[in-house]
């Protein structure tokens, strides 16, 4: 796992993810996908995902 925030990547385990989340970074995979938005967003994450789903399938038309 990684926490992200800006240009900073940094390896995380189970044990300092709290701590970087406090921090404002997100947490992703290995591949990048992000596995836990830092609590200040002021977007959840998942309605995010929603609009971002949802103008894919109106770009296609």
Not at 45 to 56: D, F, R
């Amino acid at each position: 796992m990684f926490a992200v925030k800006g240009n900073k990547v940094y390896t995380v385990d189970e044990v300092t993810k709290k701590d970087y989340l406090s921090q404002g970074y997100d947490i992703t995979d290995d591949e990048g996908n992000i596995i836990e938005r830092n609590p200040s967003c002021t977007v959840p994450y998942s309605e995010y995902e929603k609009v971002k789903a949802e103008l894919e399938k109106l770009k296609k038309k």
